[in-house]
């Protein structure tokens, strides 16, 4: 296993984990229609972009084996 910084090249995998994951812990507090909208809002491309670029956020990555398996936003 590696953790490592992302960078903006780990937009779509940023994306990809987030959606995951987030839908598996907390699909069951939300009605699927606000679970959607909430997750297209917060894991659009713009928004991931802007947050990978940003000097006020760190994102790590753990990876293993070259596949991204989960992520820490700092």
Do not use: N
Request: hydrophobic share 40%; proline share 3%.
């Amino acid at each position: 296993m590696q953790i490592r910084q992302a960078s903006i090249e780990d937009l779509t995998q940023v994306q990809a984990i987030g959606r995951k994951s987030y839908r598996q812990h907390f699909a069951d507090i939300w009605s699927p229609s606000a679970l959607e909208r909430y997750l297209a809002e917060q894991f659009a491309e713009d928004t991931v972009a802007q947050s990978l670029s940003s000097p006020c956020h760190t994102w790590w990555l753990l990876e293993e084996q070259g596949i991204v398996q989960g992520f820490a936003k700092v």
